[in-house]
């Protein structure tokens, strides 16, 4: 109807144009890209921080040679040097730190010890960790004088990566991921959170200020209290859609130029390494894609996740969380509404909004379980029942769901909506007319009853 | 012919009547008056008017048929609590209330153009609400109430928060509007405006009807028999079988008096008994102001 427009127009343009809004949808992305942008730049930076390190042994050269020198750091096996004296010298002498290893080693895993000013890179540390395990686990092997140990060593050298498939009903077979799975349950689970929590308690704090503003009596003048109330909901839920899309394309645009300036002047190997898969333009895509079969492994292991990513049923998905965003925002931002009128201000809100948060919070606690083991009977009810299944739900479609179930759910939580809707409205109606008594669930009780 | 008509409406909220069986009747062009001590439920009258709440029981027509949801765009409300969006400007707002009375925007422009500068308020269009004054809110908010030029318009309290000067503007507007055809029924508990405005009042107290009729004929039905004389100099009138003095006064150099007939003697008979004592400046029937009919009537009630 024409007047649920112009309130529509309204709640959205008012709440569009506040600084605030401006300012959360620009800082928003911009700390996004940091998040994304800035480990890739510290991978970088370390890069250039090449590190010399000394390795002291007590009176033995049982690890001469055995730690390999790599791109970001030179092992220098220092022989007849006390531990003692180098701990004071060692910087001077250019060395980032000492790496005193005890001939007890191959008996006490932990006789090691890595001397620094600094906090050393978790990456230093593996490759010294890994180097010494091989070596201490050959020269236990060495023990026991089998033949041709370096060639069989070799030769049993595997690194093990774990393919899943997926069969789905028509029997075809799908590459998926777990990872990716987990990433997108997660994503769409508390996408759904915040867009129904956030903005649900933007409806409450609107109804709050036009009862206590007094601006509703004017306006139930001209308007039926519903059209006020759904103007309003609608409103909000555009405002909310509006400030998700600028994120997720501004995040996309700073991404894309950081990267595209920045990481230029590196050679384009190392780009694809440290940049996260996601990111990258599908052009760049589909051109790994294309290679996969000279490429090197870091690259097909990506294509191969980009192919997994694209195997995720996008259209159930996106249709799923219309619906659900829809329903599930409707249903909360009604119930919202209704106790934003039945307060005179926000402090008395607490009492009523516990009632309400309880479900959300739990719904995203399940939400958390459910990447863990999506076929939980917990998740499962959950995916079900109408005040939670939002939430739920979405974590749980990207690990495939029965059709079946999510047409119960949905119609479970239209039939729910539909009656939350209408109970908010007839309190909604009473409560924003209500001024100066404390409101008490027995008293919402009576609301719900009275007629027209 | 009656504008707006209510008829024996009944209205219960938990276990308190807020209306029983009030019926009123408006005629057209006619200032309304809505008196009653607080919580009488005319707020209740005035929101059933509105259509923001329903009546349990009895009747509402406007113009000779069933009040409908539609018409709302044929009455504009004043509420007596005054309400406008704090953080929105003045001109944005005013054109939200005209659009939700279902003005197109073009027209809502000319119209608000119009009435800003017959109120000489033009020059707050780009402000907002928090920075005007309460006055300065209030002439706004009467722009948004008569803006669709409603049949029908309901002010409540329309004077509070005004200084004398623009109290006046105000009452003059809401003469032009009953003169260019509106009908107005007028909510307030200053009975000076009451006298000076309305042609009708109806009385409500304890959710029901207490008195209903003409603002003259209520008054001379509570003048009955009642005469105010005034003498020049100091003046003393003794009563005798046929008048009681119920009071006298003097101030400065003139003596005002106010005698009640107690029996069925004409106004010639009383001034030629009193012509005798001092010369006679005015005669007139007391007329009682609404004020005191109010509390007497409220008050005989208990």
């Not at chain 1, 501004?250 to 590196?266: D, F």
């Not at chain 2, 707020?43 to 509402?60: K, V």
């Amino acid at each position: 109807m024409n007047k649920i427009a112009v309130i529509i127009k309204r709640e959205y343009v008012t709440r569009v144009r506040k600084k605030s809004f401006i300012i959360m949808t620009i800082l928003a992305p911009v700390l996004m890209a940091a998040i994304i942008i800035l480990p890739t730049l510290l991978m970088m930076n370390q890069d250039g921080d090449f590190k010399k390190i000394a390795v002291v042994e007590d009176n033995s050269d049982l690890f001469k040679g055995v730690i390999k020198n790599t791109k970001d750091a030179e092992f220098v096996y220092l022989e007849n040097t006390r531990v003692e004296d180098l701990q004071k010298t060692f910087e001077k002498a250019g060395y980032y730190g000492i790496l005193y290893i005890s001939p007890e080693l191959i008996n006490i895993p932990n006789a090691v010890q890595l001397i620094s000013k600094q906090q050393p890179p978790i990456g230093l540390l593996q490759h010294i960790e890994n180097s010494l395990k091989k070596e201490i686990e050959r020269q236990k092997l060495l023990a026991y004088k089998i033949e041709n140990l370096d060639e069989i060593m070799k030769n049993i050298e595997t690194n093990v990566s774990v393919q899943t498939k997926k069969i789905d009903e028509t029997g075809a077979v799908k590459g998926t991921s777990t990872g990716i799975a987990m990433v997108l349950a997660y994503a769409l689970g508390f996408l759904m959170y915040m867009l129904v929590f956030i903005f649900g308690a933007q409806v409450m704090r609107g109804v709050i200020e036009e009862k206590t503003s007094r601006v509703v009596e004017v306006i139930i003048s001209s308007v039926k209290p519903v059209q006020l109330m759904m103007g309003k909901i609608i409103g909000i839920a555009l405002v909310g859609l509006t400030q998700f899309l600028i994120w997720i394309f501004l995040t996309m645009a700073i991404v894309t130029i950081l990267k595209t300036t920045i990481l230029q002047k590196s050679n384009l190997h190392e780009i694809t390494q440290s940049v996260p898969q996601s990111l990258m333009s599908s052009d760049q895509q589909a051109a790994l894609t294309a290679q996969t079969g000279t490429m090197s492994p870091e690259l097909a292991e990506f294509s191969k996740m980009f192919d997994n990513a694209m195997n995720q049923p996008w259209g159930l998905i996106i249709i799923c969380f219309i619906f659900y965003f829809i329903t599930g925002y409707l249903l909360y931002a009604s119930v919202f509404a209704a106790i934003g009128s039945a307060v005179d201000n926000e402090t008395e809100t607490q009492q009523f909004m516990l009632p309400v948060t309880i479900p959300i919070i739990f719904a995203l606690m399940v939400a958390m379980g459910t990447m863990q083991n999506p076929e939980s009977s917990l998740s499962f009810w959950c995916s079900m029942i109408p005040l939670t299944s939002p939430i739920v739900m979405m974590a749980r479609i990207p690990f495939g769901v029965p059709y079946w179930q999510i047409a119960v759910s949905m119609v479970l939580m239209m039939v729910t909506f539909v009656g939350f809707v209408w109970m908010a409205a007839k309190v909604y109606r009473t409560g924003i007319l209500m001024y100066g008594k404390k409101t008490s669930w027995k008293e919402i009780w009576k609301w719900l009853r009275y007629s027209g | 012919m009656s504008l707006f008509e209510a008829k024996n409406v009944t209205k219960q909220y938990g276990d308190q009547l807020a209306l029983d069986k009030v019926s009123i009747s408006v005629p057209e062009q006619c200032i309304y008056g809505l008196l009653g001590p607080n919580g009488a439920g005319k707020t209740t009258l005035i929101r059933i008017i509105n259509q923001i709440t329903g009546p349990d029981s009895g009747e509402l027509f406007l113009n000779g048929k069933k009040l409908m949801p539609e018409d709302v765009q044929h009455i504009g409300y004043l509420p007596e609590e005054r309400g406008l969006y704090k953080k929105m400007k003045v001109g944005e707002q005013a054109l939200y209330f005209a659009r939700l009375k279902g003005l197109s925007k073009a027209e809502a422009m000319k119209r608000l153009k119009y009435w800003f500068k017959k109120l000489d308020i033009i020059e707050w269009w780009g402000k907002k609400i928090e920075e005007l004054s309460k006055g300065m809110a209030q002439k706004v908010q009467f722009v948004t109430t008569v803006l669709h030029e409603p049949k029908l318009l309901i002010f409540d309290e329309p004077f509070t928060g005004f200084d004398p000067l623009n109290t006046n503007i105000i009452k003059n507007e809401i003469l032009y509007l009953r003169e260019r055809g509106a009908t107005i029924i007028f909510s307030t508990h200053n009975m000076e405006s009451v006298e000076e405005l309305c042609d009708n009042i109806t009385l409500i107290d304890k959710a029901k009807t207490i008195l209903e009729g003409s603002v003259h004929e209520i008054r001379s039905r509570w003048a009955a028999n009642e005469y105010d004389l005034v003498f020049d100099g100091d003046v003393k009138i003794e009563g005798n079988g046929h008048f009681n003095i119920l009071n006298q006064q003097k101030e400065k150099n003139i003596s005002v008096i106010r005698l009640k007939t107690t029996s069925s003697i004409t106004t010639n008979d009383i001034l030629q008994t009193v012509m005798k004592s001092g010369n006679l400046v005015s005669f007139n029937p007391a007329m009682p102001s609404m004020n005191e009919i109010f509390i007497r009537v409220i008050e005989s009630r208990g």
